[in-house]
């Protein structure tokens, strides 16, 4: 028989990758919160006509892309591609846009895409969501918010900010039908998928990577041509403030978001560190999906980023933090009256120092072998029981490596003063989780 694996494009996340996630998601939750947004916890599965009414029923990911399935009520349901949608339905659904709202959340989205490096069919986001204010003061705080990342991460250097606006619903229907009528003409040189997007989602043929589509674009109609003025005005307030802050940017006229919510402002910032996947964040407005799914109309803006690109760039840009031990300290013990009282103390060194990482040896095996065990964790000091201990009431503390990484001494303490010599090695040593 076979063994089972993982669904092609669904990746287990390993022990030694887990730490450089925690630290992105640390990140990006201390910063979220600096700027007063609030977490959401949003379900996985929605029902299907969410994303049907949000992104579009012609866009690719719900023809294509969608984890879509009927449930024993013969409810059609999908799993989430996307975080904004389901945001949405659950700030209507529970009254929380009767003021401005900051919200974000995170957690695993889902789309049958090739799976390739920094794209899976299981994926990660953050999303960054904010309701009720209209003006580009907010815009400008989502791409200060976004930057101030970049800087925190290590990675500002590594990416490009750009920028562009799609105007009103109106301006973009106006665009859409003179950008068909110039393609039309041209229909048999566009490559198969922008044929086929003709038809569907033409403005998505903007974003084609194909070298010959994009110089049938270089003398097509321009977007910036049909904006209405308030998306002009928008725009150069947005820049305006940009500006002001010292964030710099490119216009890229091309740039539209594949998703048929968002109007006005939109951006995304891309890095040339990961080929061809080069969009790590991306977002805009969106000031008709709250009505459009069933609310009264409130303007909103938002963004969201693959963690699993976030983790590319920081291994691209050589910013992974220095992986932690898994251990402070190591507990050896032979015997089993040594075993019992080590776990006791073990125990009680877990109420004293909470948040100090503390390995109990298991399993049995010489002493020899528990050392190899204790200095393979990474621990600092080794708590060391034997028969000895057990019958002096004393506890034998060996350093497994000094500053400079080289074995170090020992010395043996009573157990009633374990603790105050732990606080005071742990002092010189400047491991904070174990202080109390």
Same mark, same amino acid.
């Given at each position: 028989?076979?063994?089972?694996?993982?669904?092609?494009?669904?990746?287990?996340?390993?022990?030694?990758?887990?730490?450089?996630?925690?630290?992105? =998601?640390?990140?990006?939750? =201390?910063?979220?919160?600096?700027?007063?947004?609030a977490e959401i916890r949003l379900p996985i599965v929605e029902q299907t006509d969410l994303f049907k009414r949000s992104i579009g029923e012609v866009t690719d990911i719900v023809e294509k892309e969608m984890y879509t399935f009927n449930d024993r009520n013969d409810d059609s349901l999908?799993?989430?591609?996307?975080?904004?949608?389901?945001?949405?339905?659950?700030?209507?659904?529970?009254?929380?846009?009767?003021?401005?709202?900051?919200?974000?959340?995170?957690?695993?989205?889902?789309?049958?895409?090739?799976?390739?490096?920094?794209?899976?069919?299981?994926?990660?986001?953050?999303?960054?969501?904010?309701?009720?204010?209209?003006?580009?003061?907010?815009?400008?705080?989502?791409?200060?918010?976004?930057?101030?990342?970049?800087?925190?991460?290590?990675?500002?250097?590594?990416?490009?900010?750009?920028?562009?606006?799609?105007?009103?619903?109106?301006?973009?229907?106006?665009?859409?039908?003179?950008?068909v009528e110039y393609l039309q003409q041209r229909r048999e040189e566009l490559d198969e998928d922008s044929q086929r997007r003709l038809d569907s989602n033409p403005l998505r043929i903007l974003d084609s990577k194909n070298p010959q589509t994009q110089a049938l674009l270089d003398e097509?109609?321009?977007?910036?041509?049909?904006?209405?003025?308030?998306?002009?005005?928008?725009?150069?307030?947005?820049?305006?403030?940009?500006?002001?802050?010292?964030?710099?940017?490119?216009?890229?006229?091309?740039?539209?978001?594949?998703?048929?919510?968002?109007?006005?402002?939109?951006?995304?910032?891309?890095?040339?560190?990961?080929?061809?996947?080069?969009?790590?964040?991306?977002?805009?407005?969106?000031?008709?999906?709250? =009505?459009?799914?069933?609310?009264?109309?409130?303007?909103?803006?938002?963004?969201?980023?693959?963690?699993?690109?976030?983790?590319?760039?920081?291994?691209?840009?050589?910013?992974?933090?220095?992986?932690?031990?898994?251990?402070?300290?190591?507990?050896?013990?032979?015997?089993?009256?040594?075993?019992?009282?080590?776990?006791a103390v073990c125990e009680q060194l877990r109420d004293a120092f909470p948040g100090l990482r503390i390995v109990q040896h298991t399993g049995g095996g010489s002493f020899k072998s528990q050392f190899k065990k204790a200095d393979k964790s990474g621990a600092r000091l080794a708590l060391?029981?034997?028969?000895?201990?057990?019958?002096?009431?004393?506890?034998?503390?060996?350093?497994?490596?000094?500053?400079?990484?080289?074995?170090?001494?020992?010395?043996?303490?009573?157990?009633?003063?374990?603790?105050?010599?732990?606080?005071?090695?742990?002092?010189?040593?400047?491991?904070?989780?174990?202080?109390?």
């Amino acid at each position: 028989m076979s063994n089972i694996r993982a669904i092609r494009g669904m990746s287990d996340i390993l022990p030694d990758e887990t730490p450089t996630w925690q630290y992105v =998601e640390a990140v990006v939750r =201390e910063l979220v919160a600096s700027y007063g947004y609030a977490e959401i916890r949003l379900p996985i599965v929605e029902q299907t006509d969410l994303f049907k009414r949000s992104i579009g029923e012609v866009t690719d990911i719900v023809e294509k892309e969608m984890y879509t399935f009927n449930d024993r009520n013969d409810d059609s349901l999908t799993l989430r591609p996307e975080g904004t949608a389901g945001c949405v339905r659950a700030a209507i659904q529970n009254g929380l846009l009767t003021t401005p709202r900051r919200l974000w959340y995170a957690g695993p989205m889902f789309r049958y895409e090739r799976p390739q490096k920094g794209r899976q069919r299981q994926f990660h986001q953050v999303g960054v969501e904010a309701f009720g204010v209209s003006t580009p003061d907010m815009d400008a705080e989502m791409i200060l918010l976004s930057a101030r990342l970049w800087q925190q991460l290590g990675v500002a250097d590594g990416v490009q900010l750009q920028l562009n606006s799609i105007g009103s619903l109106s301006a973009r229907a106006a665009y859409r039908q003179a950008l068909v009528e110039y393609l039309q003409q041209r229909r048999e040189e566009l490559d198969e998928d922008s044929q086929r997007r003709l038809d569907s989602n033409p403005l998505r043929i903007l974003d084609s990577k194909n070298p010959q589509t994009q110089a049938l674009l270089d003398e097509a109609p321009v977007l910036s041509a049909y904006l209405d003025q308030e998306s002009r005005d928008d725009f150069a307030r947005v820049r305006e403030l940009l500006d002001a802050a010292g964030v710099a940017y490119v216009e890229n006229p091309r740039l539209v978001r594949g998703l048929d919510y968002y109007n006005k402002t939109v951006f995304e910032w891309v890095t040339d560190r990961l080929g061809a996947q080069g969009t790590v964040c991306a977002g805009g407005r969106y000031d008709g999906l709250v =009505e459009q799914l069933g609310g009264k109309s409130v303007p909103a803006i938002g963004f969201a980023m693959g963690i699993e690109r976030l983790v590319l760039l920081l291994q691209a840009s050589a910013q992974e933090p220095k992986p932690e031990p898994t251990a402070d300290l190591y507990i050896v013990s032979a015997g089993e009256g040594a075993q019992r009282e080590a776990l006791a103390v073990c125990e009680q060194l877990r109420d004293a120092f909470p948040g100090l990482r503390i390995v109990q040896h298991t399993g049995g095996g010489s002493f020899k072998s528990q050392f190899k065990k204790a200095d393979k964790s990474g621990a600092r000091l080794a708590l060391v029981w034997g028969d000895d201990e057990v019958a002096s009431g004393t506890v034998t503390l060996k350093a497994l490596r000094d500053e400079s990484g080289k074995q170090a001494g020992q010395q043996t303490v009573a157990l009633e003063q374990l603790q105050q010599t732990l606080r005071a090695l742990l002092a010189d040593w400047d491991i904070a989780r174990g202080s109390s």
